[in-house]
């Protein structure tokens, strides 16, 4: 009779456990987002290992969001790395007694990382563990931390994360006094370069002013040679009438020469006429004379 009341059970259990596995369950979803401290989200990847064996590497949103679906029953362990940044890795696992499945319940986790650099003078073994441990607490009937993991490394990952942010804090102040000292040197570049225009338009002024002087200069020394050249033009000229003149005179007076000697000739042979024609009168009386 027991016996009978035993297969009976057995095969009520087994036809609650196949109708249990008839059922779609919803899969564990996994989600959260990255922060990369002082950097982007170029090459940060996400890869992905079940029970051992990767399966996939994904790349976060824009905004650093991911998300994935996960099958239960297995282990999974999720690294999140980007170059130059510490490697971080969680372990989910997502075994659950057959019984506590219910496809009316959707199992999720919501894991957010940080990422920052590789500092030197900083021990980052601590970071080949994962970080965190995510199983099912059967007492709590729940997904959660593995507490007594978490007490274990906390400590070491509080150290290191108050290196890191000591580094981070001298790693901003180096760049608040690098984005200092850019805009100095901006600022005297720029200061540079109004000194440079100031002097470039200084000498082109300097330059305009010689140039409108020199112009200046040669129109006036072109109204001078004009001038000049008037005025010789002009004495030039009267010399030529004074001269003209002068030579109208002197052919004048030599005219006049000409003509009185001329005269002065003609007076002289009429007087030489006259007077051989007296003596040839005187001559022909006393002939007459001498005859009577």
Do not use: C
Request: without cysteine; proline residues 2%.
């Amino acid at each position: 009779m027991k016996t009978g009341r035993k297969i009976i059970l057995l095969f009520f259990l087994l036809i609650h456990s196949v109708l249990l596995f008839g059922q779609e369950v919803p899969p564990f979803k996994l989600y959260g987002s990255i922060n990369i401290i002082n950097g982007n989200l170029d090459d940060t990847k996400v890869s992905i290992s079940k029970d051992g064996k990767k399966i996939k590497t994904l790349s976060p949103n824009l905004f650093g969001k991911y998300e994935v679906e996960l099958d239960y029953q297995h282990e999974y362990t999720f690294t999140f790395s980007k170059p130059g940044y510490v490697e971080k890795s969680m372990i989910v696992n997502t075994n659950i007694p057959e019984d506590k499945l219910d496809r009316n319940f959707k199992y999720k986790w919501d894991a957010d990382v940080r990422l920052f650099k590789q500092y030197e003078g900083i021990n980052f073994m601590v970071y080949t563990q994962p970080v965190q441990k995510i199983y099912y607490n059967e007492r709590a009937k729940l997904f959660e931390a593995d507490s007594d993991y978490n007490k274990m490394i906390l400590s070491q990952l509080q150290a290191i994360e108050e290196q890191v942010s000591q580094k981070i804090e001298e790693e901003k102040e180096e760049i608040k006094k690098a984005e200092e000292e850019a805009k100095r040197i901006a600022k005297e570049e720029e200061a540079r370069k109004l000194e440079e225009e100031r002097i470039k338009q200084e000498v082109a002024e300097k330059a305009r002013r010689e140039a409108e002087e020199a112009e200046k200069k040669r129109q006036a020394e072109i109204l001078e040679q004009k001038r000049a050249e008037k005025e010789a033009a002009k004495k030039a000229a009267e010399e030529a009438r004074k001269a003209a003149k002068e030579e109208a005179a002197r052919q004048r007076m030599e005219e006049e020469a000409r003509r009185k000697a001329e005269l002065e000739e003609r007076k002289k042979q009429e007087a030489e006429a006259r007077k051989k024609e007296a003596e040839e009168l005187a001559r022909k009386r006393a002939d007459e004379a001498a005859i009577r």
